[in-house]
């Protein structure tokens, strides 16, 4: 059989079952501030190669001279309907009083210079920016007919201080509320006296500044080598309907927050679709570089989940690649040799065994629901059930990963699976000293012939089996295992024990070289074990 390390492999590509096309996207969210507690409005737009948080401003399109950070508007109050407009907040609730609403075609509506999430800085000369909620609407209430105000839009109100412009006015009775900071104070606004003749509405003229709200960048982050996370900071806890983004220059979103499970899990398969495909680019690229036994495979970004001394598990966000013949830990994404030279942990392909711990598909329910209708009833959220898998390695030791994605879990079982059988191709056989009956012996795996057991000096074979002679075996989880073999003449079950220096190692080669070997023979029976179609598997 031909040795994969002869030629340059192609890259790993999606599974054609998960395939997603590269998302441009715009869309509403909130930005959670964990210092504050609040949450502000924002807008995303997700495009190949970036992420950019947009947050709304009142910007000036025209007219005479203007000030950049403030406006000050006059208002002449009418009978019915007042200032047109509500206040919310105040500084006994340490938040800015701040415009909520804004009631259609009325006086506030009509000047074109005012918006809801304008904080009120002055009411006729008058500083309020340190003023209780009841002192701003007593100001406004007693301000007389043309109320002169000053405002400045606040990019970061929070989201419960303001309202959808043209929401219902207030009611007619006025004793149906008191009051309230975190409630709009409409109905005080109206002054002291209902029976005056309605004035006309002020409008702008032709040289006063004309405003309107826009949408600006706030930040942009590159996609390249990102990662996603919806992990608690210093938590084994998910978040509910959020997660934050971080850019490999340490640029980070803070916590985007979603109305629905589905929304925030759109916006996840999206972001987490573009890094991908840029990986896969960035591997593309490198592998120019290196030669075909050192070619990259995959690499990305996972949570490593290690156990504290309190029992509580610790979260460490590690960088894994498939690269020749090693899986390499990482801190961070490689960019020079001496990168991979530095890395945590490096472990040979053919000793490590790749396991899923459980898939709960219910992020990619709508691949499960097109491929397999009849699971259709497994489709629910499970916040605290994330993707995991483990690596197990030499000793006994094992390290447990977790991804955000069940496509981001059945890609990176593909990956192994192919770093693997790659690497039993290549390297053709692995042997091991071991003893037996306290003679030193070499126990060699080899791709093409099976097992054999030689002297260590003289290299006499002293027997030989085929793949499909092995019947079964049993360890004893430290360094003795029996091998069963099926005698090809007598038919008779034939018991081998040996013991190995890292038992653990050799019984990994053993299932590499196996799985290998069956995937040479029927590539359809190894994809069929794969997660893509066995959307849960139980450790």
Not at 38 to 45: A, G, H, P, S, V
Not at 58 to 78: K, S, W
Not at 420 to 435: D, H, L, W
Request: aromatic share 8%; glycine share 6%.
């Amino acid at each position: 059989m031909n040795v994969a390390g002869k030629h340059q492999p192609d890259l790993l590509e999606r599974p054609a079952s998960l395939l997603v096309p590269t998302w441009t996207k715009t869309g509403l969210a909130l930005l959670y501030d964990e210092d504050t507690n609040n949450t502000y409005d924002i807008r995303l737009k997700l495009t190949k190669e970036m992420l950019t948080i947009q947050k709304q401003d009142v910007v000036c399109i025209g007219g005479g001279a203007h000030h950049l950070n403030h406006r000050t508007v006059v208002l002449r109050r009418q009978a019915t309907g007042g200032l047109g407009l509500s206040i919310k907040g105040g500084a006994e609730h340490k938040v800015p009083v701040v415009i909520s609403k804004i009631f259609k075609d009325q006086v506030a509506d009509q000047t074109g210079m005012l918006f809801i999430g304008d904080a009120v800085l002055q009411v006729n000369g008058i500083n309020v920016e340190k003023c209780t909620h009841e002192e701003v609407v007593h100001l406004l209430r007693t301000a007389g007919d043309e109320v002169t105000i000053t405002v400045r839009y606040l990019r970061e109100a929070p989201a419960f201080l303001k309202l959808p412009l043209g929401s219902p006015g207030p009611s007619s009775d006025q004793s149906s509320r008191a009051s309230s900071p975190l409630f709009d104070s409409g109905l005080h606004l109206n002054g002291n006296s209902s029976n005056t003749a309605p004035s006309s509405p002020s409008s702008p003229s032709a040289n006063e500044p004309k405003y309107e709200k826009r949408w600006l960048d706030a930040v942009s982050l590159p996609l390249s080598m990102a990662r996603v996370s919806r992990h608690k900071a210093g938590s084994d806890k998910l978040r509910s309907n959020s997660f934050e983004v971080f850019a490999l220059d340490g640029v980070c979103t803070n916590v985007l927050q979603f109305c629905t499970a589905a929304e925030s899990t759109d916006w996840l398969q999206a972001i987490s679709t573009n890094i991908n495909d840029l990986t896969q680019e960035s591997i593309k690229t490198a592998n120019k570089f290196y030669s075909p036994d050192e070619q990259i495979i995959h690499m990305g970004w996972v949570c490593e989940h290690l156990h504290g001394s309190d029992a509580n598990q610790i979260q460490n966000y590690k960088f894994l690649a498939l690269k020749g013949s090693s899986l390499f830990i990482l801190r961070g994404p490689p960019a020079s040799a001496s990168d991979w030279a530095q890395a945590e942990a490096t472990f040979n392909l053919c000793e490590v065994l790749f396991k899923v711990h459980k898939l709960w598909i219910a992020e990619d329910c709508w691949i499960q629901m097109k491929l397999y209708p009849g699971l259709q009833q497994d489709c629910e959220l499970r916040d605290n059930e994330p993707f995991c898998f483990s690596v197990l390695v030499g000793h006994g030791h094992s390290h447990c990963f977790s991804v955000e994605l069940g496509t981001e879990l059945a890609f990176w079982e593909k990956a192994f699976q192919r770093a693997v059988f790659m690497e039993v191709q290549r390297v053709g056989a692995k042997t091991y000293m071991c003893s037996s009956q306290g003679k030193i012996l070499c126990f060699t795996i080899d791709f093409e012939s099976g097992f054999s057991c030689s002297e260590s000096i003289s290299k006499k074979v002293i027997w030989r089996y085929k793949f499909s002679q092995l019947k079964g075996s049993s360890d004893d989880g430290k360094t003795r295992v029996k091998l069963l073999f099926k005698n090809s003449e007598s038919k008779q079950i034939e018991m081998k024990e040996l013991e190995f220096a890292n038992l653990t190692a050799v019984l990994h080669c053993i299932h590499s070289f196996i799985a290998a070997k069956v995937a040479s023979v029927d590539p359809l029976f190894v994809n069929n074990q794969t997660i893509t179609r066995k959307y849960m598997y139980n450790s």
